[in-house]
């Protein structure tokens, strides 16, 4: 199958963006990988879209090693064009047989999907590509410039969410696990905690528009498999491979923003530059990560491009390290996977350690939380973030759940890190509230 490939000019960028999310949400499965205008210079796009199915591999419940090894023959198969698709977190299963089955998954996301898309649309600053297989580029444009921007038939949605734990049991949970860091078992934990409402009714377009208004991160999307449906605001990538280069960017460290009072707001970005609490936890991740490219680039070539670099967003100020090492040709994403999944900032350290205890003090699998939605080009560069800051909803079932979690350690304290997790989820809440 041949793909068509055609450049348009002259758009108006606002309107079409828009008509790109509403066009891509009539397919069954659609990408729309968001940038919101994001500086820098790691970025390649404004916004990336995928749709239609011409070939996928599904694991729906990750539990044999063989799984990743099927994977990349997959990725074999259909080298030299786009792939899109998402790893959930309980894919790690497949790269850790010891682990135990994951818990019950209220949502309907398979463990990892990845599709080779009928359509492949890349919006830059003025001008769209389209890249399309049995339908003409010309022929998907007058698509999106015909599609209607939808209002939703109801008001702002109101949405009362459940936590699978109280304040007093997270404490609770947070106190055991530092009795774990205590006796040597781990150095540090990504512990995370859901909110969920079993009767929820909403337009995922709309919800997923009015998150990202109130949050517009760099790696957000509006990712749908069948009827299940992730809003992501995200600020964190988590692996990327530019020519010979692999990057990744864990986030460890989060202050709130002073948005009425600018004076004070530097202060609280002073202050967690200085922090040395969030100092501590983001070295550790950096060490870990470090470790994991280790395992798969080149002898000596990983290095710490930034420490500690601290960036705001619209919501909070984060703490940003980036590391980068270089690959030889021969490694592809399944590689990548398997010597870097789960990403070190949604684990801690070491890394299977902590994966034990997640699986045991956690109250509900996190499925595609805390995973990583993304795309490989035909060049074999691709990109893909970390799943947080997000509203997963099963259309179905009418189940809504976001999940919100924060690094252990010995010196944390729990009241704080409640605290920490419901900042973080300040734009979620305000959408739904």
Known sequence: MKRQQATFTNLSFSIIKEQLLHWANQYNNCSFLDNHFYPSQLHTYECMVAVGVCNSFTVENASSATQLSQLAHFFNQQSNDWLFGHIGYDFKNALFPTLLPSKKK????????FYQPQIVVQLFSNYLVIASINITPSEVFAQICNTQISVAETPKVKMAMQGRLSKAAYIEQIQQLQQHILRGDCYEINF???????QAYIHPVDVYKQLTQISPNPFSCFYKQAHNYLLCASPERYIKKQGSVLISQPIKGTFKRHLTNPIADKQMRSQLLNSEKDKS???MVVDLVRNDLSRICERGSVKVDELFGVYTFPQVHQMISTISGIVND????ADVLGATFPMGSMTGAPKCKVMELIDAYEPTA???YSGAVGYISPDGNFDFNVVIRSLLYNQQTQYLSYQVGGGITYYSHAESEYEECLLKAAAIQAVLL
């Open 106 to 113: 209220h949502l309907g996301f398979a463990d990892l999907f």
């Open 192 to 198: 995370c905690q859901e909110f969920y409402n079993e």
């Open 281 to 283: 936890e983001n070295v």
């Open 330 to 333: 021969s490694i592809n994403f």
């Open 366 to 368: 996190r499925g595609l």
